[in-house]
């Protein structure tokens, strides 16, 4: 019987793991992929757009070559994070199942084991489920909603869909690696000069817009795609022109979801976020409507990774107080 089981092994779910070990709690992490795993699907070399101060897990402990930090800075980070501290956190371990109440503990299923808490906090990531596009050739091998390097296609008609940074990023890498790159974008995502209103980064635009002067990337205002096909790509331009792009790769990098499935079994409600829809919560103590179920991390409110290092510093105390309480 743990005290606390914490579902997720990102910022939050150390963060979360180092406040319980402090308060002498009896927890585990439990995580799907690897530590830090959002961070690890980003883009291979990627610095970040975060300084130091704002994803360290202590002040001072982040120290990059740069001002910002790459990738693999911060996955360095984060790892040692954990092996200083030996937190406990079982990675490659899948949760499938929550059920039961705070009076009688909850019980947690996973691919390889079942555990009894007494609370569970869910830290999961935002990125789980890639949004789709929903149209025909999708499910093609060469289509991918999710870009890490842009090495192996060189000399290829490589295709970006999206507008945001993550597109912009890839298209970005893809033209100055050598790949025959198209984005399409909506107009209104390439106008929009709002970075409160999710626009590009600065630092992404400029040097995107420089690849376009040069000739070596092209962008098109577009509708909708229309069709992915093992060479072409049809889309419907903004001015209702139809085109037929040849094509050997496409990066469909249109936003993603967390997935909520488990929370919902369990009764909680969600409420439309910013970006998409989110947990109900107590804002003081992150629990939900479900007594004993507690979110934080990047799929609630507080998107951001210090937010989210900085809520299971408040609330695990919180939690450590009622169980002594009980």
């Known amino acids: 019987m743990l005290d606390l089981i914490i579902i997720g092994a990102g910022p939050a779910g150390l963060s979360a793991a180092e406040a319980a070990m402090q308060k002498g709690l009896s927890y585990l992490v439990i995580e ?9 699907q980003y883009p291979v070399g990627r610095s970040m757009f975060s300084t130091p101060n704002e994803v360290e897990m202590h002040e001072g402990t982040l120290k990059p070559v740069r001002e910002k930090p790459t990738r693999e800075e911060m996955l360095s980070h984060y790892i040692h994070f954990v092996l200083n501290l030996d937190l406990h956190i079982n990675t490659d371990e899948r949760v499938i199942a929550v059920t039961g109440n705070v009076n009688e503990s909850f019980v947690v299923k996973t691919t390889r084991s079942e555990y009894q808490a007494a609370r569970v906090l869910f830290a999961i990531g935002a990125m789980e489920r ?13 289509v991918h909603h999710l870009f890490v390097e842009p090495y192996a296609y060189v000399r ?31 107009r209104e995502d390439w106008e929009n000069r709002d970075p409160k209103a999710g626009a590009m980064k600065h630092w992404v635009r400029t040097p995107l817009e420089t690849e376009i002067e040069a000739g070596r990337l092209n962008v098109i205002l577009y509708k909708h795609v229309d069709e992915i096909t093992e060479t072409e790509v049809k889309l419907t331009a903004e001015t209702g022109e139809s085109l037929t792009l040849p094509n050997d790769v496409v990066f469909v990098l249109v936003g993603s979801d967390a997935d909520l499935s488990l929370l919902k079994q369990l009764g909680v409600k969600t409420e439309p976020g910013k970006l998409t829809e989110v947990p109900v919560y107590n804002p003081e103590t992150f629990e939900t409507n479900v007594p004993g179920i507690y979110v934080a991390g990047h799929f609630t409110h507080a998107r951001h990774i210090k937010a989210a290092i900085d809520v299971p510093r408040r609330i695990i105390p919180l939690i450590a107080k009622d169980l002594k309480n009980k």
């Open 32 to 40: 799907k992929g690897t530590i830090a795993n959002t961070i690890r």
């Open 130 to 142: 890639p949004r789709r596009l929903n149209v025909p050739g999708e499910d093609l091998p060469k």
């Open 156 to 186: 290829k008609d490589a295709l970006v869909v999206g507008g945001g940074n993550s597109a912009a990023e890839a298209a970005l890498f893809l033209s100055e690696e050598g790949a025959r790159t198209t984005m399409a974008i909506w």
